[in-house]
Each structure stands twice: as C-alpha cells, then as structure tokens.
C-alpha cells in the first residue's frame, strides 16, 4: 500500500528484476505507471509513461507524482500498477493500492 496526503507530491522508485533477482540495467522500450478509481473502468486518473519516468544507471526508474495529478482527486483507496512492454511482451511488474489521506494546510500550489 502506498499512503500519502492528497496534493503532495510523492516520489518513488523502483528496478526491474531478472528470473536471478538482478537488476536489468536497460531501459525498457515502454512503462506504464496507471492510476485508476477502481479495476472495472477504463479511465486512468494518473498516468506516466517512460518520456515521464526517470531512469539512471544503477537501473532504477523515478516516478514523481505530482501536486497537480492528485489535488482534485477525492480522499479514498485507488488502485495502480506498473507494465512493462519489451519486444513486444506486455508484463506488469508492480500491482497495489494508493490511498489519498486528508491534507490540512490547502496553501501550495495555489496562485
């Protein structure tokens, strides 16, 4: 479960592994990071692509999510996953939920 207040923004990381539990150092062809209400609908609330991704030599890629993708989003439980496309297999490496807590202090990213 990844917990964080709705607004912030939060930053992640994570490596894909080989069948050995190692690091693969190259970068993927496509990555999905999807954020969606529910695993019934089709729209995607969230979602990164590798042109958003970061990724650095020790194999790891750096998700950020902003304040802008969560601050009109309800408090409550959604769910997410990270898929991997290469030479045309589709994987999804990562499935859990995002829970949205409540924010007090309103202030950033307000103009």
Same mark, same amino acid.
């Given at each position: 479960? @990844? ?11 994570? +490596?894909?592994?080989? /069948? ?10 496509? @990555? ?13 609330? @969230? +979602?990164?692509? $590798? ?19 969560? *601050? ?10 990270? +898929? %991997?496309?290469? /030479?045309? %297999? %589709?994987?999804?490496?990562? *499935?859990?939920? @995002?829970? $949205?807590?409540?924010? %007090? ?7």
């Amino acid at each position: 479960m @990844i917990k964080f207040t709705r607004g912030d923004t939060y930053k992640f990381k994570f +490596q894909r592994k080989d /069948a050995n539990n190692e690091p693969i150092l190259v970068r993927a062809e496509k @990555i999905w990071f999807t954020v969606k209400k529910n695993n019934k609908t089709s729209e995607k609330l @969230i +979602q990164k692509t $590798l042109n958003d991704i970061v990724f650095d030599n020790e194999g790891f890629y750096h998700v950020t999510i902003e304040h802008e993708d969560t *601050k009109n989003l309800k408090y409550k439980k959604y769910v997410c996953d990270i +898929q %991997v496309e290469n /030479a045309g %297999v %589709v994987t999804t490496i990562f *499935k859990d939920t @995002i829970i $949205l807590d409540k924010e %007090v202090t309103f202030e950033g990213g307000i103009n």
